[in-house]
């Protein structure tokens, strides 16, 4: 703070203190009797000690500095009350603040000077009656560097207490924004993942029906197509419905396991897609609800995908389980397509099926293999959205292999 605009309640304790100091030197009021000093002397102490209080803020230490000086040429005057209470305010103030070192060690100093002055004076005076000028020294240096310690402390507790406060709500916030876009993201996969099959198929149907003059052709479209709108209706109502979570009166959607794989196929045939299955589970405990969600998603995906981009041909549904893992293999051939109907793709199918498969700390990929056993295969390599190549490889296929660990012990 500049030395021409003190604070405003340092200006009013300065004030204060030289008003009441004029006003008791008037009066004729003084602290102490048969000092060489005396008179207007008493006003210099006074004056210099009121001139400091402007900086109490913006100098403490030099301000206490100088004060005690002004205490001590007090000594030699009368004494004036004013001046000792305005330096008791200086000690107090450089202690507040002054810097950290300052605030520690003077706390420390007035108590040793305490106690060493009441030690001196009643060995000099050899009377009780010299404890009382310890006492006075104490009031005078010690009770207001201790009592700015406390103030200080107090401060810095709130300070900190303020400033966790606010982490606090920053963390806060910064965990609000990650679930909603977590949330976000898992509404993005389901959406897809429930009516994005229903819809391409529909897409390559509808394109069916109005490239071909074939009644026939277009009825059997027709009825695909009717088919799928309803069932992808079905799905989205049920979605809608896990969103509304005020509806006490909605009943839990059912979470597609592995038990529905059959439908999945069945589906897929009716689009015209060959589907062969090999599930080789042994019988037993049903699978983590997660895991088979995940399974059953990754299926259909694969599915679709086949269903969009997929070269003539069988596609191959293999789900093992073994040694604490579930592995989901679907291939389809590689290869190029034969013009006609297809539906565009976006990619969102596999970075789902990524998604999906990293949550459960499983590994995934997806990509052109040079045979069915899985050699040489790219982690989200090739087409969009797991297209066919156009390289036409024969004996090449496209597949989706991803291992979803069932005993919970998968990486985070």
Known sequence: MSLLRPHRDDARIAALGLVGGLLLWALGLHNQAGRPLGGAWVLLPLVVTAALELVRRSRPQSALLAGTLALVADQF???????????????YAATLYGSPAAARRIPVAAGLLTVTATIGFVAWYRTPEALLIGVVIGLVAFAPATTGALVRN????????????????LLAELDRAQAVTAERTRMARE???MVANRLSAIAIHSTAALSRDDPRTTADALAVIRENSVDGLTEMRRLIGLLRV???DLEPATVPTLDGIPALVANAR??????I????????????PPVALTAYRITQESLTNALKHAAPGPVTVSLVQLDGA???RVTSPYGDRPAGPRAPGSGAGLVGMRERTALLGGSFRAGPEDSADGAGGADGAGPEDGAGGADGADGRVWQVYAVLPTDG???P
Do not use: C, I, Y
């Open 409 to 411: 012990k998968g990486a």
């Open 191 to 193: 959406l897809h993942d």
């Open 246 to 248: 005020d509806n006490a």
């Open 270 to 275: 009716a689009n015209g897609l060959e589907v």
């Open 154 to 169: 107090h401060q810095a507790a709130a300070e900190s207490a303020r400033l966790h406060a606010q982490q606090t709500a």
């Open 77 to 91: 005057t009368v004494g004036s009350l004013a001046t000792v209470l305005m330096f008791t305010d200086l000690v």
């Open 277 to 288: 299955v090999q599930d080789t589970r042994p019988p037993g405990p049903g699978l983590p």
């Open 326 to 328: 579930l592995t989901v």
